[in-house]
């Protein structure tokens, strides 16, 4: 095994989450944690300082529907249908995409001053805010020029009459107001406000941006902004809201949008009538030049013949001729109306233009109702080309319909037209037959006859066409949209949405403290060292037999240097553990060995055989650690002789002993690297050995390698009476505890115990102020008032500092 292993995963885990660990690393990272607070703090204030307001303001539109002809059959059946919610809110949504397509946008946007946007820069050239028409300066573009959306100008405010203009390239320009900027990609005139222009030191921004905004892409914008609601399933009232920099402009937006949006219902309304009108002009036309030539030639033949009135006979004629010819103008206008829709139906795919028959005067219910029914279907594919794709199968579905409609229409009207024909010839055959009766009355009374019936006939078509052009107009007059506004957007009604400060400044704190915790959390939780005694209590199955804290001194036998000191106690307490473990022995040999080098074993057997020695008995350590020897370094030794040579059988027993400046401490070193430490370590030279040393000393502590990379320490097994296996806290790999217990569960060593080496924080022992010694007795102390040599020197020091702070 080696520290750079995983752990293993058979190895228990802690359960659950242990709230006191947590609540002492929390108050131990104090300072962490204000850090963080303070940072997350800090740039919500910064947020909630440069961000951009942001405002929602709404109005509500009510969706009226339109009306189905009641007196037909489709009428009464759609007051039946059961699917009438259905098509309200089919209508409903419609209405809601048209109010969010790019058309209406775009139309609202051209009505509205938003073709430049205004911003206030505050300091260090941070735009602030951007404004409306609260803004003091006024850019009117020439609109000669077009005016490409380039980038931003910048205008420092100076005087009363001059500003300086900062230009793309980064140059100024000295400019007085109303005078004309021209450059390559735009023309326009600064002007003032009717408000007077805020100059410094009033306290409110004195520089100023504006930029041309592209026409194209604020539609789009503004459209995909725009959120509209239903307020009610059963109802048909929408609310428009959306979300912009400035209360005025987003409730001037919204206003005209809906402004718009009802207009253009009125005007989709209004269209059949501006049809029928221009239907009727146009036939007009060429009836008026007919009216006047037959009018001026009937006043000139009564002029030149004198002839005042006809014959009894001839009125009788005349009026039966007059009578036919109506019906024949009537059949002529109806001939008219079915070519001109023919003619319509074919050359154009979109009917929303047509001229209903009704208008006209024909009152065929079956074409009526095919016209109305086309215009309908023409709607509704009109409203599904702005939410649904060409080839959706609804969109399929309507255009089969509409191709179904208009077969049938054109259909209905080769038979009108065929009828039409029949019934003007019969009318004709009906009218020769009068005028053949005619031509016996006198030549200048029958000549008077045919100029009277052809003025006549004019004037009667020419009253029946003025007679349908006053009630287009009078429709158009009585049009009213079926949508109307129920509440405006008002500025006094918006909210404020952005920067949220409450909000921000929570989650400024959150984030403060969430975020150190969650990373204090992950490194513990992927932290596989041992960092607290609670872990090895659960999970060793050997007993503690101390605790050692951390050497802060230079010197690696602290206990000799300073043996008040609370090391140098942790030492004697380790001391008195271990004397139950070897307590029926009168000389016991104790190992100490860890799994890995650098967790301090030789520290621990050098300091533990110094305090034993302190404390009268006759102690040897043997450096045993063959390998990579160093207590002779500690302990300015020669190492040309030692254990090694012994074994070998070139260096007598006494020869590897030496004593040491530590009274009753004596050193057996190592000796030089054998090529063969194993071997030499389970010779029975070694036994002999410990046999001779048993003799002479009273303990004997063997300082040996590393149990996890080399064997020597259980080829040792059977000489030894103890061993002590050396883990180092925030060090030692969580895995050691499983290789302790397996030593221990195998009985490979018997009397095996764990000091637990190098603890820095006093949170190990429990997250309180308490040393806990041996397995099975702890010692608790309220408090340390100077117990200890380096707590006497602290507390010195601190008196000494509140004695100059008095000072």
Not at 185 to 205: H, W
Not at 553 to 580: C, M, W
Not at 684 to 713: C, H, N, Q, W, Y
């Amino acid at each position: 095994m080696n520290s750079q292993q995983q752990i293993n995963p058979n190895l228990p885990q802690e359960e659950g989450i242990d709230i006191k660990k947590y609540i002492y690393l929390i108050l131990s990272h104090w300072w962490w944690f204000g850090i963080c607070i303070f940072v997350g703090l800090t740039i919500a204030y910064l947020v909630n300082r440069y961000s951009q307001e942001v405002y929602s303001a709404s109005c509500s539109v009510i969706v009226g529907e339109e009306q189905s002809g009641t007196g037909t059959i489709e009428g009464v059946l759609d007051e039946l249908s059961r699917l009438r919610n259905q098509k309200r809110k089919a209508v409903v949504e419609n209405e809601i995409s048209i109010l969010q397509s790019y058309s209406l946008a775009r139309k609202a946007l051209e009505e509205l001053d938003f073709g430049i946007t205004y911003t206030a820069v505050g300091r260090r050239n941070i735009a602030e805010r951007q404004m409306y028409n609260e803004a003091p300066i006024r850019v009117i573009p020439d609109t000669s020029q077009e005016n490409l959306p380039s980038g931003t100008y910048n205008i420092t405010l100076i005087s009363e009459d001059e500003f300086l203009l900062g230009l793309e390239d980064g140059s100024e320009r000295r400019m007085l107001y109303g005078e004309k900027f021209e450059s390559n990609n735009s023309a326009f005139t600064i002007r003032k406000r009717r408000k007077p222009v805020l100059l410094p030191g009033a306290g409110t921004p004195v520089k100023y941006a504006f930029s041309f905004n592209n026409m194209n892409a604020l539609a789009n914008q503004y459209s995909k902004s725009l959120s509209v609601e239903l307020n009610a399933d059963k109802g048909t009232i929408l609310i428009l809201s959306m979300n912009g920099f400035v209360p005025m402009q987003i409730c001037d937006y919204l206003n005209k949008l809906a402004e718009v949006y009802i207009r253009s219902n009125l005007d989709e309304k209004n269209q059949a009538s501006i049809n029928t009108i221009h239907f009727i002009d146009e036939q007009l036309r060429g009836i008026v030049d007919s009216l006047e030539a037959t009018g001026l030639r009937l006043q000139q033949f009564r002029s030149d013949n004198r002839v005042i009135d006809i014959s009894k006979e001839g009125s009788f004629l005349f009026q039966k001729m007059q009578d036919l010819q109506s019906e024949s103008a009537v059949l002529d206008i109806n001939a008219r109306y079915y070519q001109y829709l023919l003619d319509y139906i074919k050359t154009k795919t979109d009917y929303s233009d047509v001229v209903a028959p009704s208008v006209i005067g024909i009152a065929d219910q079956l074409l009526n109702g095919t016209v109305a029914r086309l215009n309908e279907l023409n709607l509704e594919r009109r409203n599904l080309n702005l939410t649904i794709r060409e080839n959706s199968p609804q969109f399929e579905r309507v255009n089969s319909e509409i191709s179904a409609t208009h077969n049938t229409l054109e259909e209905n009207l080769n038979s009108l037209l065929k009828t039409n024909q029949i019934n003007q010839e019969e009318l004709n055959r009906r009218i020769g037959r009068i005028e053949r009766e005619m031509q016996k009355l006198p030549g200048t009374e029958r000549q008077l006859i045919n100029i009277e019936r052809e003025f006549t006939i004019n004037d009667q078509i020419y009253t029946f066409l003025l007679e349908k052009r006053a009630e287009a107009g009078i429709t158009r007059a009585s049009n009213i949209s079926t949508h109307k506004v129920l509440d405006i957007a008002l500025p006094e009604n918006v909210a404020l949405v952005k920067p949220n400060t409450s909000m921000n400044y929570i989650m400024g704190l959150a984030a403060g403290a969430g975020i150190p915790l969650v990373l204090l959390l992950l490194i513990d939780f992927l932290n596989t060292k041992i960092t607290d005694r609670k872990h090895l209590e659960q999970y060793l199955k050997v007993p503690i037999l101390g605790n050692i804290g951390h050497n802060e001194g230079h010197t690696d036998i602290p206990v000799a240097e300073n043996p008040k000191s609370s090391l140098a106690e942790s030492f004697r307490a380790l001391r008195t553990n271990l004397q139950y473990i070897v307590k029926d022995k009168q000389q016991g040999v104790i190992a100490v060995t860890s799994a890995i080098s650098g967790e301090g074993k030789t520290f621990c057997s050098i300091n533990l055989a110094s305090i034993i020695a302190m404390g009268g008995k006759k102690t040897l350590l043997i450096s045993l650690d063959l390998r990579r020897p160093k207590i002779h370094r500690i302990f300015n030794l020669q190492n040309q002789t030692g254990v090694s040579t012994f074994l070998i059988g070139k260096t007598p027993y006494e020869s590897v002993i030496s004593a040491t400046n530590i009274e009753n401490l004596y050193v057996a070193t190592s000796g030089p690297v054998p090529p063969n430490p194993a071997e030499l370590i389970g010779s029975e030279r070694m036994g002999d050995f410990i046999r001779l040393a048993r003799k002479d000393f009273d303990m004997i502590l063997v300082d040996t390698p590393p149990v996890a990379i080399v064997s020597d320490t259980l080829i040792l097994k059977e000489l030894l009476d103890a061993l002590v296996f050396v883990v180092r806290h925030n060090y030692s790999d969580k895995q050691v505890i499983e290789l302790a217990n397996n030593i221990h569960q195998k009985h490979l060593i018997h009397n095996l115990g764990v000091v637990v080496n190098d603890i820095q924080l006093q949170g190990y022992y429990g997250y309180s102020y308490r040393y806990g010694y041996g397995y099975g007795y702890n010692y608790s102390y309220g408090y340390r008032a100077a117990y200890y040599e380096e707590d006497e020197e602290q507390m010195n020091l601190l008196k000494w500092l509140k004695e100059k702070l008095r000072l």
